[in-house]
């Protein structure tokens, strides 16, 4: 075993899929169908059991409520013997939000934020639309487009920069450490329809280059990917159930894209990647 354990945290705003995610690689390693397996019991599961139970019947878990903050230690383990502290949280999406209103991390975040060798950040495509804001045009012409004189909101992908930066200076100003690797996984991948092949780098440049750009020109090519994943593979309605998921089983279902595009089953695939990033 090696001397010292990897910790990776993961961050997203609302909506982009952190539970369903968190529940289908519990699935994942329970079942002891992908690269990695866990090293030990986790101390508590409790926040999936209704994510889990919910795909088990076909349908979509529910969003996780305003002012809810858990935290899932999971102790896993890769091929290559590397030991992984995954700490997979449970809360609103709102919550970040609320962080980047305030531009300050709440001290539910610190310990996590501070101790990360490795960063997940989560991202849907499909909810961060190209949007003009005040880094794509000068402010005067925004305004004049906008007769109503409504607030002029950042974009979704300039709100993860500014996430990004926030979290960079909690690590470094009360650490010192170096940056963690970092790992950008776009999710609900299905929904975009890309042609097979499509990699995420590309997509991440395409849907947001400014977002591409900032982790292109922080991280070394050596600590960053981006990866492609559709959790449950499909979209999922509580008015139909899906009966691949109940005759299957959720844990065959979703898959990863790879750096270069090709498709996966092995969901723990983004975690044992940035495992060596971190170590590279």
Same mark, same amino acid.
Request: net charge negative.
């Given at each position: 075993?090696?001397?010292?354990?990897?910790?990776?945290?993961?961050?997203?705003?609302?909506?982009?899929?952190?539970?369903?995610?968190?529940?289908?690689?519990?699935?994942?390693?329970?079942?002891?169908?992908?690269?990695? +397996?866990?090293?030990?019991?986790?101390?508590?599961?409790?926040?999936? $059991?209704? *994510? *889990?139970?919910?795909?088990?019947?076909?349908?979509?878990?529910?969003? /996780?409520?305003?002012?809810?903050? /858990?935290?899932?230690?999971?102790?896993?383990?890769?091929?290559?013997? *590397?030991?992984? $502290?995954?700490?997979?949280?449970?809360?609103?999406?709102? !919550?970040?939000?609320?962080?980047?209103?305030?531009?300050?991390?709440?001290?539910?975040?610190?310990?996590?934020?501070?101790?990360?060798?490795?960063?997940?950040?989560?991202?849907?495509?499909?909810?961060?639309?190209?949007?003009?804001?005040?880094?794509? +045009? =000068?402010?005067?012409?925004? !305004?004049?487009?906008?007769?109503?004189?409504?607030?002029?909101?950042?974009?979704?992908?300039?709100?993860?920069?500014?996430?990004?930066?926030?979290?960079?200076? /909690?690590?470094?100003?009360?650490?010192?450490? @170096?940056?963690?690797?970092?790992?950008? *996984?776009?999710?609900?991948?299905?929904?975009?329809?890309?042609?097979? #092949?499509?990699?995420?780098?590309?997509?991440?440049?395409?849907?947001? =280059?400014?977002? @591409?750009?900032?982790?292109?020109?922080?991280?070394?090519?050596?600590?960053?990917?981006?990866?492609?994943?559709?959790?449950? #593979?499909?979209?999922?309605?509580?008015?139909?159930?899906?009966?691949?998921?109940?005759?299957?089983?959720?844990?065959?279902?979703?898959?990863?894209?790879?750096?270069?595009?090709?498709? /996966?089953?092995?969901?723990?695939?983004?975690?044992?990647?940035?495992?060596? @990033?971190?170590?590279?």
């Amino acid at each position: 075993m090696p001397e010292k354990t990897l910790q990776v945290a993961v961050f997203g705003e609302s909506n982009v899929g952190k539970s369903h995610y968190g529940a289908q690689l519990i699935g994942r390693l329970n079942a002891e169908t992908g690269s990695m +397996r866990m090293r030990g019991a986790a101390p508590d599961l409790a926040a999936f $059991d209704d *994510v *889990v139970q919910s795909l088990s019947g076909g349908v979509p878990g529910a969003h /996780t409520a305003a002012g809810t903050y /858990t935290e899932t230690l999971l102790p896993v383990l890769t091929e290559g013997d *590397v030991a992984i $502290d995954l700490n997979w949280p449970d809360y609103a999406g709102e !919550q970040v939000s609320q962080l980047l209103e305030e531009r300050r991390i709440p001290a539910s975040w610190q310990q996590r934020v501070e101790t990360a060798d490795g960063w997940i950040l989560m991202v849907r495509p499909k909810r961060a639309p190209l949007e003009e804001d005040i880094f794509s +045009r =000068p402010l005067g012409d925004l !305004q004049s487009s906008r007769p109503d004189c409504g607030v002029i909101e950042r974009s979704p992908q300039a709100r993860l920069v500014e996430l990004l930066q926030m979290l960079l200076y /909690t690590t470094h100003a009360r650490t010192g450490k @170096a940056k963690p690797a970092l790992a950008v *996984v776009l999710s609900c991948w299905d929904e975009l329809r890309a042609p097979e #092949g499509t990699t995420p780098e590309q997509v991440l440049r395409r849907n947001l =280059p400014l977002l @591409a750009a900032f982790v292109r020109n922080n991280w070394d090519e050596r600590r960053r990917l981006v990866l492609g994943l559709s959790a449950t #593979g499909v979209a999922l309605s509580k008015d139909s159930p899906n009966k691949d998921f109940i005759y299957k089983g959720a844990e065959q279902m979703g898959w990863v894209v790879t750096t270069d595009g090709a498709r /996966t089953p092995d969901l723990t695939l983004p975690i044992s990647q940035l495992a060596k @990033a971190i170590q590279s």
